[in-house]
């Protein structure tokens, strides 16, 4: 039998066919096509309005739970890191605003300059297993295997998207990397006010590199956000 689906009190121009069906196939509503894991559903899930903007890699596959907590902790400290109303923000002043919410969940967040508030994680072992070479990181989820890298300014000028892929593809037993960028980087350039898009910058990046498949990343997802 044809399944067909129907707008509500649209005209018989406004239906289209999806495919064989039976009583089985409708009760289970098959039917209907189930786009999440896919590049639409990351594109319903990321409301242009909402906050923060985000999107996770590669676009096939379905985000973590542990995606929408973290993003949960960045949306409450908004009124603190907004890039688009907030100014002077730093990549230390905003890791900070996150680090409550994000050590209530389970991550170890560096506290401060000093080198024991600095986390490392090891890329290299040397003589009798001992650490020979160690990256720090902003943040890290053990259980999780979650690594988070927060940018600012710099971010948007400089190639710093393109290091943290780098160095954090490196650190040992990692399975995700969460990168953090501003939305909008705003500055002064010879007396004129610039604004970057940061994220969408960053974005784009992302999209070449997923999309080409020549570089392929050690994790199973990447997720980018913009605060």
């Not at 985000?54 to 739970?65: A, E, I, K």
């Not at 979650?146 to 040992?172: F, H, M, P, Q």
């Not at 974005?203 to 997802?221: C, I, T, V, W």
């Amino acid at each position: 039998m044809l399944s067909l689906q129907l707008r509500s009190g649209g005209l018989s121009s406004q239906y289209a066919p999806v495919g064989l069906s039976h009583a089985w196939w409708n009760d289970k509503r098959n039917d209907v096509l189930d786009l999440r894991g896919g590049v639409w559903w990351n594109q319903l899930m990321t409301d242009p309005t909402s906050y923060p903007e985000w999107f996770y890699y590669p676009s096939r596959t379905r985000p973590p739970d542990w995606v929408h907590e973290l993003l949960e902790v960045v949306a409450a400290a908004r009124p603190l890191i907004d890039s688009a109303t907030v100014d002077g923000l730093t990549s230390n002043k905003v890791l900070a605003h996150l680090r409550p919410g994000l050590l209530k969940l389970g991550y170890e967040v560096e506290g401060g300059k000093h080198r024991a508030e600095k986390i490392r994680r090891p890329v290299l072992f040397g003589d009798q297993g001992r650490e020979r070479v160690a990256y720090e990181v902003d943040a890290v989820h053990d259980e999780l295997g979650i690594l988070v890298e927060v940018e600012a300014g710099r971010g948007a000028r400089g190639n710093a998207v393109y290091r943290d892929l780098v160095r954090s593809s490196l650190i040992v037993d990692q399975r995700f990397l969460v990168l953090g960028v501003m939305r909008n980087y705003r500055h002064q350039s010879s007396g004129r006010p610039i604004i970057v898009s940061s994220y969408r910058d960053s974005k784009d990046q992302l999209d070449a590199l997923y999309a080409s498949g020549r570089l392929r990343l050690p994790f199973e997802g990447v997720l980018l956000f913009g605060y």
